[in-house]
């Protein structure tokens, strides 16, 4: 039942605060408010509401970062990898963030290295199958690992 309640709260978050509502202060403001409202109804979330709550993080701090222009979201990542740390689609969106962001030298920090470094190390010792290393094309990490 909880459950159900939060993914309707969630779906309701992404129609509200779509990616042009990140695009103004107070549209990025005002869903990260409502984000951690959200956060604060499940004060110590299990299972499914915890990977739910991930998702919602990792979407925020995609939207916060790409569209917002704020790398704050950054720190709404790194939450989401905290729920739900064994999920590789995080990691690969938190990665997919960085990418452009470690190789821009006014954004580029050793933190942001690091986290880029950790994701992708995270995505290549995922796929430890032929199946899952095909299915996500981990020949292609080793390169962006390279190039980090």
């Not at 990977?51 to 569209?67: P, Q």
């Amino acid at each position: 039942m909880e459950i159900e309640q939060l993914k309707a709260e969630t779906d309701a978050f992404y129609k509200k605060y779509d990616f042009d509502a990140f695009k103004t202060t107070e549209g990025k403001n005002a869903a990260i408010a409502e984000a951690e409202d959200i956060l604060q109804r499940y004060p110590d979330p299990e299972g499914d509401i915890r990977k739910e709550l991930a998702k919602l993080l990792s979407r925020l701090g995609c939207r916060t970062v790409v569209f917002g222009k704020d790398l704050k979201g950054i720190d709404f990542y790194r939450k989401s990898l905290e729920l739900d740390p064994d999920n590789y689609d995080l990691y690969w969106e938190y990665y997919t963030t960085l990418e452009e962001l470690v190789d821009d030298d006014d954004y580029r920090t050793p933190d942001l290295v690091q986290d880029a470094i950790t994701c992708l190390n995270f995505c290549i010792d995922h796929c430890n199958t032929p199946e899952l290393m095909c299915e996500h094309h981990v020949q292609f990490r080793y390169v962006d690992l390279g190039r980090v």
